[in-house]
């Protein structure tokens, strides 16, 4: 859409638009659709045109309850939205005429994140496969559940704090509330992690070219600010004491100085542009990668990460290339 409002090609009679307005008008298109359910009532017609299924996470799943793990799917959506996609993402790929519901001990739908990990919400149990539900006030194995609060699972299966690794997708809704509120573990999923890192491996020489011009600036600009000193030690009668002490008169430094800036000017002129394409492989729009704020620092997204995420991978069934019985350690810090 920022393409369209660039190009000029949103329709005149939808209205006038500029980044503001569109920005609250697909909000607004977003939230009626979703609220409606029109836009869940389309995805569960025709799934095959918005959900791309992983093989790989059933198996990723099965082995970890295998290994005695306990399964909990919290969700937002309600039952019949959960039970369409589920059953169209997993059930193809389990073996033994196993169900998607066969790998979880609770699935709790209409979960109302984040207000399920902060506030204590009525608990019903989903008691029919056409969604008939009725009050209760205690999880049990097996069962589908709707509402609750995170303190509802806790003392339903006696697991609490740092024995639970909840996997979400949502940095703000799934990672940092389960984090701050209840002291959980948290792995953060994001699939544009892997176009990311491709991208990244793509411009390893565009980067080194970049950072070796970047390090001639440095040089020469260090350079020109000792001479700069030893300029305005020298004007004021005190001895100059610099890497650069020179006994050239003051109009020699000056022209040295001159030089000098004509030089970093050019170096201004390459890196610019390079600086501008660095993220380029990743977005064409020039905002740059998820990851890094220009060059040498970490993205607010990134450092969000850090805070609340206790691991970070771009897809669930990342997991399926170590054992369930894999303890991740982080690497070690370099602090000065």
């Not at 017609?45 to 992983?54: A, G, K, L, R, Y």
């Not at 019949?80 to 699935?107: E, I, K």
């Not at 299966?157 to 909840?166: A, K, R, S, V």
Request: hydrophobic share 35%.
């Amino acid at each position: 859409m920022v393409d369209k409002l660039e190009d000029g090609v949103i329709p005149s009679n939808l209205g006038s638009f500029d980044y503001k307005r569109l920005y609250k008008a697909v909000g607004k298109a977003l939230f009626t659709a979703h609220v409606e359910g029109r836009l869940k009532s389309e995805i569960m017609s025709n799934p095959e045109q918005f959900v791309e299924p992983d093989p790989e996470i059933p198996f990723t799943l099965l082995d970890q309850k295998e290994a005695g793990k306990k399964l909990l799917l919290i969700t937002n959506s309600d039952y019949h939205y959960t039970d369409r996609m589920m059953h169209y993402s997993f059930n193809r790929f389990l073996p033994n005429s196993m169900g998607w519901r066969d790998l979880f001990d609770v699935v709790i739908v209409s979960a109302q994140k984040p207000e399920f990990f902060q506030m204590s919400h009525p608990m019903y149990e989903v008691v029919t496969d056409d969604g008939l539900m009725r009050p209760c006030f205690k999880a049990q194995t097996g069962g589908v559940y709707s509402g609750g609060s995170a303190q509802m699972v806790e003392n339903s299966l006696n697991i609490h704090g740092d024995e639970i690794l909840y996997i979400g997708d949502h940095i703000y809704t799934d990672v940092s509330q389960s984090k701050v509120h209840l002291r959980w573990r948290t792995a953060l999923i994001c699939r544009e992690l892997e176009e990311e890192h491709s991208a990244l491996i793509l411009s390893l020489g565009h980067r080194k070219s970049l950072v070796e011009l970047i390090n001639q600036k440095e040089v020469i600009g260090g350079l020109f600010n000792q001479l700069r000193l030893t300029l305005q030690r020298q004007s004021t009668g005190h001895p100059a004491h610099t890497v650069a002490q020179t006994k050239l008169e003051d109009e020699k430094l000056t022209e040295s100085m001159q030089k000098l800036h004509i030089v970093m000017k050019r170096l201004d002129g390459k890196i610019a542009p390079m600086l501008e394409a660095d993220g380029e492989l990743f977005n064409k729009r020039q905002w740059g990668y998820l990851s890094r704020a220009g060059l040498w620092d970490k993205s607010h997204l990134m450092r969000q990460i850090e805070k609340y995420a206790d691991i970070y991978t771009s897809r669930v069934s990342n997991f399926l290339h170590y054992t369930p019985f894999m303890y991740f350690r982080s690497q070690e810090q370099v602090f000065i």
